[in-house]
């Protein structure tokens, strides 16, 4: 009891010396210190500021439920975080020669890029595809280009993920199909489908379906791949793109969260046990500009995770608790101007990530406000994740930050944060209900504002943008997109259905929307279809008819 209270003065001692030397010395920096979410932040940290809370008895071991400390007990010691550079442009021939190159530099897994029409169920030689071919990512319409994104890649020794929501089913049966035809069976496959439909209504865009039919085609892959696919993750939860859409790290933590919440309910609806799903559902979380922030971030969510999974769905088996996230650097907060700068932010980021926990990284390139990046852009963004691993010694010991005050505390706070949020979504009915209400894309909008505000006030500092600036900014080399790839695309395209069956592919497309109209699993029914050669635009036709198309409503 005298030691406590020993310390409790102390504590106060040190507060007071610290205010006196602040005020005299420094004046200018007495002001209010908070982080980007606007928690303030205190000038010192001691044992006392973590004394009663409930959660700093339960740190425990990495590996350990809640896995504050990390999911897997042996950390970056058994073997480093995937190294997943998000790639694809132009056509399937040079995205493929991209990855090769990747693989080269000892990149240890790959993300494809989508163009826009193929994230909407378009295919290239449609009207609406018109100047947007190859543009943000690569072109595919069918399982033909599938092949020759995949074409000498051997599918049963690399990791993939595909970004790619409202027809994930679809372009996960292509992927299946050209591994049957390398002789990889599905149950071998490995990666992940993004598959999240709820970010895209309010953050992204890509929507095709509306919400119903689109939580049925995410419940269907659930099962398909629980049943076939025992190493694929069937859904990559994102808050990446609520974050790069303006949301704080609060919101970015709450309102992904509670879309898994909506996602595993989905799917308890449909009759699916959670230990049989659970253990594949991944997330996708941003690293952003405030270092310490953002390493609390990722180990609050985690927890958070846990609980839910325990305590609100019963979850029995601990992997299914386990949140496992891939991480990529902030894309928002890359600058046009200085663009090198961009080198350091991304170091950071990437460096908070791997002290956060990540599974896996993508480093952005210095170039990526300007255009997509060059091959020299992409060598550097992967040899940052390379010296982090092999150099730094940051993964040497597991959790290094844990038990600092300052982590545990700022952990705390954010995960109570973001708990709130998610009462309150619950109170409203659930994530599906709240979009529908516009609650979450105002509090997205809100926060981008003032954050936008506090950078044209000066109260936020982005180097090179409102201090520190250059009148004349340094010539730099953008990747050219090849201009002739939307014609190559369109001519492939062409060729590809002058050659194929053109009965089978009705009688395929045929059976799916039979199945649409019922209650079949929707998946089997699409691989039937893609194996055909029917094209992603065929496809979500035949969807569109049956389910009708989703309009956003004015908030």
């Known amino acids: 009891m005298g030691s406590e209270k020993n310390l409790s003065s102390e504590h106060e001692r040190w507060k007071r010396d610290l205010v006196e030397k602040t005020l005299v ?3 200018e ?4 210190f908070c982080t980007i979410s606007g928690i303030p932040v205190n000038r010192l940290y001691t044992p006392l500021d973590l004394e009663g809370h409930e ?4 740190l425990g071991f990495p590996g350990q439920f809640p896995f504050t400390r990390g999911v897997q007990a042996t950390g970056y010691r058994g073997r480093f975080w995937t190294m997943r550079q998000y790639s694809g442009f132009a056509t399937a021939r040079e995205s493929n020669e991209r990855f090769k190159f990747l693989l080269e530099q000892g990149q240890t897994g790959l993300s494809v890029a989508f163009d826009l029409p193929t994230q909407i169920g378009y295919d290239s030689d449609h009207p609406l595809a018109e100047g947007e071919v190859g543009k943000v990512g690569v072109a595919v319409t069918s399982l033909a280009d599938m092949e020759v994104l995949f074409s000498g890649i051997p599918l049963d020794k690399v990791s993939t993920s595909m970004t790619i929501n409202a027809p994930a089913a679809v372009l996960l049966a292509m992927y299946i199909a050209v591994a049957e035809k390398q002789g990889v069976s ?3 496959l490995r990666g992940t489908i993004q598959n999240d439909i709820l970010k895209e209504y309010v953050a992204r865009g890509t929507y095709i379906f509306p919400p119903g039919p689109s939580m049925r085609l995410i419940t269907d892959t659930f099962e398909f791949c629980s049943e076939n696919m025992p190493l694929w993750n069937t859904i990559s939860i994102s808050g990446y ?3 790069e859409a303006g949301s704080t790290a609060i919101q970015e933590v709450a309102f992904t969260l509670a879309n898994g919440i909506a996602y595993v309910e989905a799917a308890t609806r449909a009759g699916l046990d959670v230990d049989d799903f659970a253990s594949r559902l991944s997330f996708f979380f941003g690293s ?5 922030e953002e390493i609390c971030k990722f180990r609050a969510a985690r927890r958070l995770w846990a609980r839910i999974m325990r305590d609100r769905f019963g979850a029995k088996e601990d992997n299914s608790c386990k949140m496992r996230f891939h991480t990529q650097t902030a894309g928002c907060t890359l600058t046009a101007q200085q663009p090198d700068n961009n080198v350091v932010r991304v170091t950071l980021q990437a460096l908070q990530a791997v002290l956060g926990g990540t599974q896996s990284l993508h480093t952005n390139s210095r170039d990526e406000a300007l255009s997509l990046p060059t091959e020299q852009s992409v060598q550097i963004a992967l040899r940052t994740q390379q010296i982090i691993a092999y150099e730094s010694g940051v993964g040497d010991t597991i959790d290094a930050l844990a038990g600092s005050y300052y982590i ?15 009462q309150k979504i619950d109170e409203m009915g659930g994530a599906a209900k709240a979009i529908e209400l516009g609650y979450v894309q105002r509090e997205i909008h809100d926060s981008a504002y003032q954050f936008q505000r506090d950078v044209d006030a000066g109260k936020r500092v982005v180097v090179g943008v409102n201090r520190f600036t250059v009148e004349e900014e340094q010539s730099f080399d953008y990747l050219k997109v090849n201009p002739d790839a939307e014609r190559e695309q369109k001519e492939r395209v ?14 395929a497309l045929e059976a799916l929307r039979q199945g649409a109209e019922g209650d079949s699993n929707l998946v089997p029914l699409i691989l039937d279809a893609v194996k055909a050669y029917a094209t992603i635009g065929e496809v979500c036709d035949v969807l569109r008819g049956v389910f009708g198309e989703y309009r956003a409503a004015d908030l």
């Open 186 to 188: 599905m149950d071998k």
């Open 29 to 32: 920096r007495e002001k209010a």
């Open 25 to 27: 010395k420094y004046p």
């Open 288 to 292: 952003h500009s405030d270092f310490l």
């Open 55 to 58: 959660y700093i008895t339960e």
């Open 241 to 243: 793109h609520i974050r």
């Open 408 to 422: 545990e505390h700022l952990t705390n706070q954010l995960e109570e944060a973001a708990m709130k949020y998610i």
């Open 494 to 507: 062409a060729s590809m259905k002058a050659g194929r069956d053109a009965m089978q592919v009705q009688s």
